[in-house]
């Protein structure tokens, strides 16, 4: 039995596109999913999230079948690069979401959550409202609501992706402190190989619909000019 | 970045419709103030009067609830299937009513609802003894309805689609169940919309005319406009026509007073190349809830337009259509419409360059900020001054002319263009300011102006969105029995007036197979103007 994530011959037509993922992801590690546009990352994570359903094939996370289950059934969490707050609900209530679907809390609840916010930096954030926070800000609230639904597969969309240099790398040191907190499982779709080099263990290359490369980190960017090797050495 | 003749011709042409405007307008009212003062005053709050406008706002309100608490379960329907069977189809059917006119759609109803229709027909056959009865409140109501459901829909679902994807996403990843995600996602988004959705129809049905004409019942189901009507048409009583219409106009300018502070909506989505992903409501029941909620929504719509269709077909169509009396008011109409539509075009484009050249100043002054304001309420004037009351007042002054008769085509004309006027500024003002944006610097380092700049840079871009303002115009002038309610005769036929003169003398089969042609018409000019403006928006 495999403890991570199994794509076992999963495949999947979308329009004029054909799909074909079989890979193993390894359970309490990062895994940068890097390729081109369109060559299917993100319709590979929509397929861990269950967003998207394969049409044969089966996806196991920690040894169990979740080929059909519901995204909310399976042990993920998700972050997209944007509109992960509910723009009209405030800050404490879009992290509480993830406590209870429903909004029923009980008070440890709501002190778990403010403790959330308290552990990215968001301490004093709850009643404000997501349009009145910086983008960074946004994706911290984002990761306290991951942080309290505490899932053992984290999944994450470009999350930086429209954040500048300096933030990007505070966030993804925020994303390694939490990653190595919890252990657990990190998915993450990027077009940073410095981003790939400071966090990720392992890199799927997806091409055309299709793994490419399944690789650690040293011997994907040693594929790449040497100055990046540089930087992976202060991971 | 205009030249100075250029400028000056803008503001010019805007003065000029803004004269016309105010002396047209202006002359109506200013009799309606002068005739018998006295008597008017005295007649304002009569217990007749009173029941009116009671009555008015009455119907109104219960159409506007009716209309949105059904059109929001159908949006939320239809959002939540993206890829429902025959969806694009629903939706262009949920447009049709828009552009239908208000009297063809009257008689569908009646053919579904009516004493005679297929649903009497199903219960009497049924054993039942009691028919449904459409006349009165009811029947207002149903016609209200029908129109509006159809555009609020249309409204919510904008807005529910317009969410980001990814809120559908995460409330699946959250395990949101449905009432959750109609908590937290749904309804917010909707309860943004919902007053100005809600008060841009009680605007419609506070001042709609010709449904309550011919599905009123007599004076306990009567509004404001029908009213002042019979007070001319048939009482001739201009003190009371005069008292209805200040209670009229105080109604609308404080309805628009109060929409003005509510967000507006509008249809216009952005689904370019997003796809929408939606998890929840998969279950049977959701599932079954959707489908019939949406199933009974276009029936709803649907039925009545099949029922003018198939009335239609059975009337003698070639016949009709070599009538002398046909050949007339076709004629007739089709003069009055394609000259309300040129003049609410021109008067449109230019209001709109009026305004461009203002802005173009660096610093206008107040007198041209002021002008500005003026301009761009021009065109919603007529919002507040509805057509009939326009009429009235026109009424009163030629009268002291002689024959109304002859004077009145020029004033549908008029007054039609100006209903128009609204509708051909919102099509056209975008469509010129992005053009004005994206030529003006260029055309001005090139040194191009005048003739040429209209003919080479102007005309090729803006031709599409001017016809579908003349379509719209044109299609709204068609159907429109409002304004020549009030001046029809035997001298002044316009096809609304013909349908509506023939229905009432109980020519049923031809009033059908001529609202059949009238509806067609109006339709095909819609649909002509709503695809040169989705190419041009792809463009």
């Known amino acids: ?235 | 970045m205009l030249t100075t003749a250029e400028r000056r011709r803008g503001i010019v042409a805007g003065l000029v419709v803004l004269a016309a405007v105010i002396v047209f307008v202006g002359t109506a009212i200013a009799t309606l103030l002068a005739w018998d003062g006295d008597q008017s005053a005295s007649r304002l709050f009569t217990a007749y009067t009173w029941s009116i406008l009671r009555f008015t706002l009455w119907q109104a309100a219960l159409s506007t609830l009716l209309s949105v608490a059904f059109a929001i379960p159908v949006a939320l329907a239809l959002a939540r299937r993206p890829r429902f069977a025959g969806r694009a189809w629903i939706l262009r059917l949920m447009a049709l009513p828009m552009g239908l006119p208000a009297l063809v759609g009257a008689l569908g109803l009646l053919g579904v609802w009516g004493r005679q229709g297929v649903l009497n027909g199903w219960l009497t056959a049924a054993g039942l003894e009691h028919p449904v009865s459409v006349y009165g409140l009811s029947g207002i109501l149903l016609a209200h309805t029908f129109f509006n459901i159809p555009l609020a829909v249309r409204l919510l679902l904008a807005v529910l689609e317009r969410l980001p994807a990814e809120y559908w996403l995460l409330s699946a990843s959250l395990g949101m169940k449905p009432l959750s995600i109609f908590r937290f996602v749904e309804w917010p988004a909707l309860a943004r919309v919902v007053p100005g959705v809600a008060g841009l129809i009680f605007m419609l049905c506070a001042t709609s005319f010709t449904l309550v004409l011919v599905l009123g019942g007599g004076p306990a189901a009567t509004t404001l406009e029908v009213a002042i009507y019979h007070a001319l048409r048939f009482d001739f009583d201009p003190p009371r026509a005069v008292a209805l219409a200040f209670l009229q106009i105080a109604l609308t300018a404080a309805v628009i007073g109060l929409i003005a502070f509510l967000p507006a909506a509008t249809d216009t989505v952005w689904t370019a190349g997003r796809k929408v992903l939606r998890l929840d409501g998969r279950s049977s029941a959701s599932r079954l809830w959707d489908g019939l909620i949406i199933a009974v929504a276009v029936i709803f719509v649907a039925s009545p337009l099949f029922s003018v269709l198939v009335a239609g077909l059975r009337a003698d169509l070639w016949k009709l259509v070599n009538g002398p009396r046909f050949i007339q008011a076709a004629t007739t109409s089709l003069v009055i419409a394609v000259t309300a539509a040129v003049i609410a075009v021109s008067a449109s484009l230019a209001i709109i360059t009026a305004r461009q050249a203002i802005r173009d100043r660096r610093d206008p002054n107040i007198a041209a900020r002021l002008l500005s304001t003026s301009l761009a309420g021009t065109s919603s004037l007529v919002l507040v001054v509805p057509p009939i009351i326009l009429g009235t007042g026109w009424f009163l002054v030629l009268r002291q002319f002689g024959n109304v008769a002859a004077f009145a085509p020029f004033l549908v004309a008029f007054i039609n263009a100006l209903m128009a006027l609204p509708f051909a500024v919102r099509v056209l003002e975008p469509a010129l300011d992005d053009h004005h944006h994206q030529t003006a610097r260029l055309a001005t380092s090139l040194g191009i102006s005048g003739p040429a700049k209209w003919r080479l840079i102007d005309l090729p871009v803006l031709t599409r969105p001017i016809l579908t303002a003349l379509s719209f115009a044109m299609a709204l002038s068609l159907g429109d029995l409002g304004a020549v309610a009030l001046f029809g005769s035997s001298e002044l036929v316009t096809l609304p007036w013909l349908v509506y003169s023939t229905l009432s003398s109980y020519r049923t089969n031809d009033a059908d197979g001529l609202a059949l042609i009238l509806g067609v018409i109006c339709l095909a000019l819609t649909i002509l103007g709503t695809a040169g403006k989705k190419e041009n928006a792809n463009a």
């Open chain 1, 1 to 235: 039995m495999h403890d991570g994530i199994v794509l076992d011959k999963v495949a999947l037509t979308l329009g004029k596109t054909s799909f074909a993922f079989d890979c193993r992801i390894e359970p309490g590690a990062v895994t940068a999913i890097a390729g081109p546009s369109g060559a299917g990352k993100s319709t590979l994570l929509n397929l861990i999230a269950g967003f998207e359903r394969p049409q044969s094939g089966h996806i196991l996370i920690a040894g169990i079948d979740q080929t059909l289950s519901h995204p909310s059934e399976r042990p993920v969490s998700v972050v997209f690069q944007d509109h992960n707050l509910f723009a009209h609900l405030d800050i404490f209530t879009n992290v509480a979401l993830g406590l209870n679907p429903s909004l029923r809390l009980s008070p440890q609840d709501r002190d778990r959550a403010e403790n959330a916010l308290v552990r990215v930096g968001l301490a004093g954030f709850g009643k404000r409202m997501p349009g009145s926070l910086s983008g960074g800000e946004k994706q911290r609230a984002a990761f306290a609501r991951a942080l309290l639904r505490n899932k053992p597969v984290l999944l994450l969309d470009e999350p930086f992706a429209a954040l500048d240099t300096d933030l990007r790398l505070q966030m993804s040191a925020l994303l390694l402190d939490l990653h190595k907190e919890n252990a657990n499982t990190v998915v993450m779709i990027t077009h940073d190989r410095e981003e790939i080099a400071r966090i990720a263990d392992r890199i799927l290359h997806v091409e055309k619909g299709q793994i490419a490369t399944d690789e650690a980190k040293a011997d994907y960017l040693s594929r790449f000019a040497a100055p990046v090797s540089a930087l992976s050495g202060t991971v």
